[in-house]
């Protein structure tokens, strides 16, 4: 019979890994540079980053001051 704590940490990992899947489903943006988790970078986390400064206007295509996913993979794939 498992123990009582290897249940509970199961449970745990279980409930993680259900919202690492929901967050997935969202469209969650995750990277390093969001360091608010916002979903969003905006131009001091890019700079922070150390991202270049110049390309932050071209990557942010709707003009609203931050980066969503979209954006982001649309500019790093300019990047290569």
């Not at 745990?12 to 489903?25: E, H, K, M, P």
């Not at 905006?42 to 150390?50: D, F, H, I, V």
């Not at 270049?52 to 980066?67: H, M, N, R, S, V």
């Amino acid at each position: 019979m498992a123990r009582p704590t290897t249940l509970i940490a199961l449970g745990l990992v279980s409930a993680l890994a259900v919202v690492a899947a929901a967050q997935a489903a969202e469209g969650r943006f995750v990277h390093p540079a969001d360091t608010n988790k916002d979903d969003r970078i905006s131009r001091q986390e890019w700079t922070a980053y150390k991202l270049p400064a110049a390309e932050f206007d071209k990557a942010d295509t709707d003009a609203d001051g931050l980066i969503n996913g979209p954006e982001f993979v649309a500019w790093r794939q300019t990047q290569d």
